[in-house]
C-alpha cells in the first residue's frame, strides 16, 4: 500500500503541476485547466423563447433551439462554451474568452432558417456550409467558408432501402464535383424547394423493419409543391440545410407529398436529426434578458486570491493539526499534501470547469479531509488513554471513527448530487461548479484520510519509529493515566 501510494502521489503530482513541461507524449498538454467564465473572462447571456403566437415552447422545441445555439457558438470559435437549458422556456449561454460581444449576441439572436434545396450538379455531405438564393436574399453574413461544398465520400455509409415514400441515404457513388473555392462571388447559389415555415412536425420513430428514421410532415400548402418537385427528381439527391450548414443530404426514392421520411440513421442520429428539423421549422425567437461580461484581468485577480486564501488555509490547519496531534498531525499534513495533487489531478483529466464557487469547494473539502483525521486521532487518544498497545490502538481508533467519517461524508455527497440536480435544472453554474468540486474533494478525502494516514502511522510503528506515546498527542497526565490502566 506505501508502496501505491506513493506512486500515485508521484503521478498526480506530475499531472497537477501547472503548463508543459516535462510531459510525455503531449498528455499534460491535452488535459489543461479549464476555467470557468469567471476566471478567463467572457459573456453570460441568458436568453428566453418568444414565439410568434404567444403560445409556450415544448421541452423538444427548446432542446432544439439549444443545439441550434451550440452549432452557432461552434462557428464562432469559442473554446469550451456552456449553453444549457433554464426551466421552460430559458437557455443559459457561457462563451468564455470572448472578444466580440455585440457580434456574439447577434449571431445567438438569429432566427434558425431551416431549407430543403436542390444541389442540381453538385454533391452535398452533412457539414457542408452553403448559401442559398432565399439567404442571399436576406442578406445574411455570408463568411469565405460559406460556400463550398465538398463532394460526398466514394463509399457509402448505409445500405438503401426501398420503402415507399422514403427519402433515403446516397446509394450511389457520384463523382466528387469541383466547385469554386476562392471567393464568395464564385460559390454556387442554391435553389430553395421550401423553408422550415413549410414543415408542420418532425421526429424519430422506427420503419417496420425496426430501423430508425426521421418522419417529417409538411403543411398542406407546400405538399403539393413539394410532390411535383419530387415526382420529377427521384434519385436525385435533396439536402436539408439549418443556418447555412447541410445536416441530411439524402436520395429521393419515391415522390412525396405531404409526408416522408428520412432513414439510413441510429436512434441517436434520428433523434439528434429530428429536434434539428423541428427547431428549424418553428424558428422560435430568442430575447436577451440579461448579459454579463466578465474580463480577463478580473479573472486573473480572482485565481491569484483564491490560491492565497487556499495556501493560508492550508497552513493554518497544518499549524494546528501539528500543534495539537504532534505525529499524526505531521502525517495528516502529509496526507493533505497528497489529497490536493490527487484532486488536483482529477480535475485535469475528468475534466472539471474550474469557477470561482468550485474552488471555493475545494478550500472546503480541505477542511472536511482534516475533519476525518481530527475525528480519527480523538479515537486513537482514547485508546491510547485506556492503555492498548500502539498498534491496537491505531487500528481500533480508525475502526472506531469510521461509522462516523463515513456517515457524513456520504451525507455530504448526497447533498452535492441534489445541488448539481438543481444547478443543471435551472442553469446556475455556480451551483453545478461548486458541487462537483465539494463531490470529488470528499471523496478523495476518505481515501486520503482512512487509507493514507493508517498506512504512515501502520509504517512508523511497525519500524519501531514511534515508541513514546506523547508523540502521539498524549500529555503527561494522560500518560501516566494510560501507564496505569496498561498494568
Known amino acids: 500500500m506505501l508502496v501505491f501510494i506513493a506512486v500515485l502521489t508521484i503521478a498526480s503530482t506530475w499531472v497537477a503541476l501547472p503548463g508543459s513541461s516535462w510531459d510525455i507524449g503531449g498528455f499534460r498538454e491535452d488535459h489543461p485547466f479549464r476555467q470557468g467564465l469567471d476566471l478567463q473572462g467572457g459573456l453570460q447571456v441568458l436568453m428566453e423563447a418568444k414565439p410568434a403566437d404567444g ?46 460581444i455585440d457580434q456574439a449576441i447577434s449571431v445567438l439572436q438569429q432566427t434558425a ?44 455509409a448505409v445500405t438503401p432501402t426501398a420503402e415507399a ?5 446516397v446509394v450511389s457513388e457520384p463523382t466528387p464535383t469541383a466547385v469554386p473555392t476562392t471567393a464568395a462571388s464564385d460559390a454556387p447559389v442554391f435553389t430553395t424547394i421550401f423553408t422550415g415555415a413549410d414543415l408542420k412536425d418532425a421526429y424519430a420513430t422506427t420503419d417496420q423493419t425496426g430501423q430508425w ?47 416522408g421520411q428520412i432513414d439510413g440513421m441510429t436512434a441517436q442520429e434520428a433523434q439528434d436529426l429530428a429536434l434539428q428539423l423541428k427547431s428549424g421549422s418553428l424558428g422560435v425567437p ?21 490560491v492565497l486564501a487556499g495556501v493560508i488555509g492550508l497552513a493554518a490547519v497544518a499549524l494546528f493539526m501539528i500543534v495539537y496531534y504532534r505525529v499524526p498531525g505531521v502525517l495528516s499534513v502529509l496526507a493533505l499534501l497528497i489529497y490536493t495533487a490527487v ?26 479531509a482534516v475533519d476525518a483525521n481530527v475525528l480519527i486521532f480523538a479515537r486513537l487518544k482514547e485508546e491510547l488513554r485506556a492503555g492498548k498497545p500502539l498498534a491496537q490502538a491505531i487500528e481500533a481508533g480508525f475502526s472506531h471513527a469510521w461509522p462516523s467519517i463515513r456517515d457524513s461524508n456520504i451525507s455530504t455527497m448526497i447533498t452535492c448530487a441534489i445541488l448539481y440536480w438543481f444547478g443543471q435544472f435551472t ?27 493508517r498506512t504512515f502511522l501502520r509504517t512508523l510503528v511497525d519500524v519501531g519509529l514511534i515508541r513514546n506515546r506523547w508523540l502521539l498527542g498524549l500529555d503527561r497526565a494522560e500518560m501516566q493515566h494510560a501507564a496505569a490502566a496498561g498494568d
Open 165 to 169: 415514400g422514403v427519402v433515403g441515404p
Open 427 to 453: 442553469g446556475a453554474t455556480i451551483i453545478t461548479g461548486f458541487a462537483i468540486t465539494l463531490f470529488v474533494g470528499v471523496a478523495v478525502s476518505l481515501f486520503t484520510a482512512i487509507t493514507v494516514t
Open 55 to 100: 403560445g409556450s415552447v415544448d421541452s423538444g422545441t427548446l432542446n432544439g433551439t439549444r443545439d441550434t445555439l451550440e452549432r452557432r457558438v461552434n462557428a464562432l470559435g469559442v473554446s469550451e462554451p456552456l449553453i444549457q437549458t433554464r426551466g421552460s422556456n430559458q437557455i443559459v449561454v457561457e462563451l468564455p474568452g470572448i472578444d466580440d
Open 286 to 306: 430568442l430575447q436577451v434578458v440579461s448579459s454579463r461580461t466578465v474580463g480577463p484581468s478580473l479573472g486573473q485577480d480572482s485565481i491569484d486570491k483564491s
Open 213 to 259: 428514421v426521421v418522419a417529417f410532415e409538411l403543411n398542406s400548402d407546400a405538399a403539393g409543391d413539394f410532390y411535383d418537385y419530387t415526382s420529377t427528381h427521384i434519385g436525385k439527391q435533396i439536402a436539408f440545410v439549418l443556418d447555412g450548414v447541410v445536416i441530411s443530404a439524402p436520395v429521393l426514392q419515391n415522390a412525396i407529398s405531404s409526408q
Open 343 to 368: 484532486t488536483v489531478a482529477l480535475y485535469k483529466l475528468i475534466p472539471v470547469t474550474l469557477t470561482l464557487p468550485g474552488i471555493a469547494g475545494f478550500i472546503l473539502s480541505i477542511g472536511m
Open 113 to 156: 432558417q431551416l431549407e430543403v434545396i436542390d444541389p442540381g450538379e453538385y454533391t452535398l455531405s452533412a457539414g457542408n456550409v452553403v448559401q442559398t438564393d432565399l439567404s442571399v436574399q436576406r442578406d445574411a453574413a455570408a463568411t469565405p467558408e460559406a460556400s463550398t461544398p465538398i463532394a460526398t465520400p466514394a463509399t457509402p
